[in-house]
């Protein structure tokens, strides 16, 4: 009787949180249902990657080739470059966004002026609302051979100063980590300004009592208080650390010759798809990038685990 007492005991108990917490399960619905539908039940079609596959017979029964679709990723001799490009683009999108989040995120927190605060945020979170498509098509008409700037400049007398940004592929690592600064950093900053007002003021206000300036407030007060949030983005960060913003290097690079040092894992496996309609191939650069980014979040958040465990995801 006492057993089955305490086997009900648990089902009570869960039912009563269900229900105490039912808005928020409630809330909850809608992105795990999308979860499930867009991330869960696409996965058996990572088999293509092992198929040659053709429209006729489907996914289940295509033909099995093996690695052959991974042996044309190693014949094409651009794994390395892709990954490489991959990679660097994100680990500079991650540091740098990291730096001035946090840093606008402490500026706005200080700023005194409360109705130039808020213009402030709204101007830095526009950007966000902005498409790559219409920065593409603002770049191209400010940057462009016949652009504005070159216009102004040939208008002036000066045509051997003219700046042929779509012609040289060295620009644009720098030109693509600043627009993607520009047009992330005030999304960003919300998460880190949300922290900030979750410090305690009292602890500001005894800091002041003992004689802090506002720099030393910073280094000692606010950024502490910020590590853990700042270990748990890098994370979800680092968790896509292979995947490109396909939107940004897709619109914004126009030619093949820019290709050298724009090209990345998203980008490649989109045209692969487009110009040789081998899904084959395709997902096998899909699943080699999935793998990486499986082995590389498993890896950091281990590491962190060790170091300090109440700031690991899991």
Same mark, same amino acid.
């Given at each position: 009787?006492?057993?089955?007492? @305490?086997?009900?005991?648990?089902? &009570?108990?869960?039912? @009563?949180?269900? @229900?105490? #917490?039912?808005?928020?399960?409630?809330?909850?619905?809608?992105?795990?249902?999308?979860?499930?539908?867009?991330?869960?039940?696409?996965?058996?079609?990572?088999?293509?990657?092992?198929?040659?596959? #053709?429209?006729?017979?489907?996914?289940?029964?295509?033909?099995?080739?093996?690695?052959?679709?991974?042996?044309?990723?190693?014949?094409?001799?651009?794994?390395?470059?892709?990954?490489?490009?991959?990679?660097?683009?994100?680990?500079?999108?991650?540091?740098?966004?990291?730096?001035?989040?946090?840093?606008?995120?402490?500026?706005?927190?200080?700023?005194?002026?409360?109705?130039?605060?808020?213009?402030?945020?709204?101007? %830095?979170?526009?950007?966000?609302?902005?498409?790559?498509?219409?920065?593409?098509?603002?770049?191209?008409?400010?940057?462009?051979?016949?652009?504005?700037?070159?216009? /102004?400049?040939?208008? %002036?007398?000066?045509?051997?100063?003219?700046?042929?940004?779509?012609?040289?592929?060295?620009?644009?690592? /720098?030109?693509?980590?600043?627009?993607?600064?520009?047009?992330?950093?005030?999304?960003?900053?919300?998460?880190?300004?949300?922290?900030?007002?979750?410090?305690?003021?009292?602890? +500001?206000?005894?800091?002041?009592?003992?004689?802090?300036?506002?720099?030393? &407030?910073?280094?000692?007060?606010?950024?502490?208080?910020?590590?853990?949030?700042?270990?748990?983005?890098?994370?979800?960060?680092?968790?896509?650390?292979?995947?490109?913003?396909?939107?940004?290097?897709?619109?914004?690079? @126009?030619?093949?010759?820019?290709?050298?040092?724009?090209?990345?894992?998203?980008?490649? /496996?989109?045209?692969?798809? %487009?110009?040789?309609? +081998?899904?084959?191939?395709?997902?096998?650069?899909?699943?080699?990038?999935?793998?990486?980014?499986?082995?590389?979040?498993?890896?950091?958040?281990?590491?962190?685990?060790?170091?300090?465990?109440?700031?690991?995801?899991?």
């Amino acid at each position: 009787m006492r057993e089955k007492q @305490k086997a009900a005991a648990p089902n &009570r108990s869960l039912w @009563k949180d269900i @229900k105490k #917490n039912r808005t928020r399960l409630l809330m909850l619905l809608v992105p795990v249902t999308m979860a499930v539908i867009f991330c869960y039940i696409p996965m058996p079609g990572v088999i293509i990657a092992f198929k040659k596959y #053709n429209y006729l017979d489907g996914i289940f029964g295509s033909e099995w080739n093996g690695f052959d679709n991974f042996r044309y990723l190693l014949i094409s001799k651009k794994l390395w470059s892709l990954t490489r490009n991959t990679l660097l683009y994100n680990i500079a999108f991650i540091s740098i966004g990291l730096v001035f989040e946090v840093g606008i995120a402490i500026i706005l927190n200080e700023m005194l002026h409360l109705r130039f605060k808020k213009i402030a945020q709204s101007l %830095m979170f526009l950007p966000h609302f902005i498409s790559w498509v219409v920065v593409a098509t603002i770049m191209l008409n400010i940057f462009g051979d016949h652009g504005v700037l070159n216009n /102004i400049l040939r208008s %002036m007398g000066f045509e051997g100063f003219n700046i042929y940004a779509y012609e040289n592929a060295k620009y644009w690592p /720098i030109v693509m980590v600043a627009l993607k600064t520009w047009k992330s950093v005030g999304y960003g900053s919300v998460v880190y300004l949300a922290a900030i007002v979750g410090i305690s003021p009292e602890i +500001n206000e005894a800091a002041k009592i003992d004689g802090a300036n506002i720099w030393q &407030r910073i280094w000692r007060i606010t950024i502490p208080c910020l590590k853990p949030t700042i270990v748990i983005m890098t994370l979800l960060a680092v968790g896509g650390i292979f995947r490109g913003d396909f939107g940004m290097f897709y619109q914004l690079v @126009k030619g093949q010759h820019l290709l050298e040092a724009s090209d990345v894992l998203d980008t490649y /496996i989109y045209r692969t798809m %487009m110009s040789t309609s +081998n899904m084959g191939w395709s997902a096998a650069a899909g699943l080699y990038q999935s793998v990486l980014c499986f082995i590389t979040i498993n890896v950091v958040n281990f590491t962190v685990k060790k170091i300090e465990p109440d700031y690991a995801l899991y």
